[in-house]
């Protein structure tokens, strides 16, 4: 079997994307998000059996039909009940190959309540949070992370999981 050298074997996401936003208009390229002398990921402080787990997703709550979507800022929602659907349709994704009906997919509540009875995990927070997918590193940077911080600081979450759609 011969490997035909002209195609290439993978495709650039980052070029990509830098093409997409020049062919679109744009006179900066996009500037990809780089967090400045932090590290984005550390190890666990403790075996994660004994830690406390918060779940993040970048879905929002439904609104009622022909009721406005709010304000995309982070927020928090009680794991109990747990919800049985999020607004997703102005998110990217291959509505095409898949759907969203399946909440676990992007919201593994309880897939997670059942590794704490497992005892894989200490516990679940009692809130999720949500964040947007803005395409703006300064807001993500400045704004969106300190604020879903914030607010997995005040369930005393020790770990997240992030599940994005």
């Not at 400045?36 to 879905?59: H, I, M, N």
């Not at 747990?82 to 309880?110: C, M, N, V």
Request: glycine content about 6%.
């Amino acid at each position: 079997m011969s490997v035909d050298r002209a195609f290439p074997r993978f495709v650039s996401y980052i070029d990509k994307s830098r093409e997409f936003y020049a062919a679109s208009g744009y006179d900066k390229a996009y500037r990809w998000a780089y967090n400045e002398g932090r590290p984005p990921f550390s190890s666990l402080p403790a075996a994660l059996s004994t830690l406390r787990l918060g779940l993040v997703t970048t879905t929002f709550p439904r609104a009622e039909p022909g009721a406005a979507i709010g304000p995309k800022v982070p927020y928090a929602e009680p794991v109990n009940p747990k919800p049985q659907g999020r607004f997703t349709d102005d998110l990217a994704w291959d509505k095409d190959a898949t759907h969203t009906e399946d909440t676990e997919s992007y919201l593994p509540i309880e897939r997670m309540q059942e590794q704490v009875a497992a005892g894989r995990i200490g516990s679940l927070a009692p809130r999720f949070y949500g964040v947007p997918t803005e395409y703006s590193p300064r807001r993500t940077i400045e704004q969106d992370a300190p604020a879903v911080l914030e607010l997995l600081r005040q369930d005393q979450v020790d770990v997240a999981l992030l599940a994005p759609l």
